[in-house]
């Protein structure tokens, strides 16, 4: 069975499906299908050199998924450096099934005392230990961080994320020692959780990257089952965000380090987001997370939960574009319940 034939059949097989479930439903679908191994090389419009791909997080035993991921990296970039940051004694069964990989270095790390607020600290160690290799070994000046259970398909993404840095710098008079703005993703950057910038990926200078990972370790041992009690109660939106889950602890840590001054308010919020970073939608990337997101339909539109909308980079788009104090911002979302 040919990669072609099956593709089709997939594709159709996959339409038959749909088109039943919105006769159904009353909803309007898409889908999209990829190729799990043996991708082919695509073309490329350009280089980026100076960057390096720093795979984050625990290794699972027989992870095909993050080997698949590493080959595919390496064919759609070629001349980047991969590194894969993961816990001491985890990494030598992943180092057998791959063999002999050109450029790919394993970066093995012990495990804090304390995971912190949802094992922040787990994630600060990990993280930070791998951007450290990477300027100690002088292996680039740009770092594309992600997760071992992530994937990016979109072979541009690396230039993309440097032409980005280059349509948009920072301001001169800013607090601090940025170098560069910082790339998100929409996927866990919230339009309303104030200072929730998504930690799962990330592009920009190692020295920015190295100080906004080289936040304290949290002491707190706050769980998922607290903020999901949270929730069951009602509490408000802002009073959520003020327990500094991972997202908003890293960012605002990152702020005060910057020694910029911020309010819990969307517009303070906004403001960073305008000044120090840029939001991209994940479909820019083609970001896959097969464990928790193959349904990428949270937006307004689609849902009831407003406060847990992203914001698109369209909409940073805007903020970016306009006079904050001018801009209307709906700081009234703050004090909605949490459901």
């Known amino acids: 069975m040919t990669e072609?034939?099956?593709l089709r059949l997939s594709r159709k097989l996959l339409s038959l499906v749909v088109k039943r479930v919105e006769a159904i439903l009353g909803y309007?679908?898409?889908f999209k299908v990829r190729p799990a191994e043996n991708a082919s090389e695509p073309e490329r419009i350009q280089k980026s050199e100076n960057s390096v791909i720093l795979i984050q997080g625990p290794i699972q035993k027989d992870d095909k998924f993050l080997a698949e991921t590493i080959q595919f990296y390496r064919r759609i970039h070629p001349q980047n450096p991969i590194?894969?940051?993961t816990w001491r004694g985890s990494s030598s069964e992943?180092?057998?099934q791959l063999g002999s990989v050109e450029s790919l270095y394993f970066v093995e790390n012990d495990h804090p005392a304390n995971g912190g607020a949802v094992n922040v600290n787990r994630q600060l160690v990990s993280t930070l230990g791998g951007l450290k290799f990477i300027k100690e070994n002088k292996?680039?000046?740009?770092?594309l961080k992600t997760r071992v259970d992530q994937r990016l398909y979109d072979p541009s993404t690396l230039t993309y994320c440097r032409n980005?840095?280059?349509l948009f710098p920072l301001a001169s008079n800013l607090p601090g020692t940025q170098k560069k703005r910082i790339v998100g993703v929409n996927f866990n950057t919230s339009k309303y959780r104030v200072f929730s910038f998504s930690d799962m990926f990330q592009f920009g200078h190692v020295d920015d990257q190295l100080m906004y990972w080289g936040a304290p370790h949290d002491k707190r041992n706050l769980s998922h089952d607290d903020l999901n009690r949270l929730k069951t109660e009602g509490c408000s939106l802002l009073d959520f965000c003020k327990t500094m889950f991972p997202e908003i602890y890293l960012f605002t840590s990152f702020l005060q380090r910057q020694n910029q001054a911020y309010e819990f308010t969307l517009?303070?919020?906004y403001k960073a987001l305008k000044e120090r970073m840029i939001v991209v939608d994940?479909?820019?990337f083609d970001l896959y997370w097969p464990k928790y997101d193959r349904d990428d339909s949270v937006n307004e539109l689609f849902t009831t939960k407003k406060w847990d909308v992203k914001l698109s980079h369209a909409e940073w788009l805007s903020i970016y574009s306009q006079d904050l104090d001018t801009l209307h911002v709906a700081e009234d979302m703050l004090n909605q319940p949490v459901s």
Do not use: A, M
Not at 139 to 143: P, S, T, Y
């Open 4 to 6: 072609n034939f099956k």
């Open 139 to 143: 292996l680039g000046d740009f770092v």
């Open 164 to 166: 980005l840095l280059d």
């Open 83 to 85: 590194v894969v940051s």
């Open 28 to 30: 309007s679908i898409t």
């Open 282 to 284: 994940s479909q820019s």
């Open 94 to 96: 992943l180092k057998s």
């Open 267 to 269: 517009r303070s919020y």
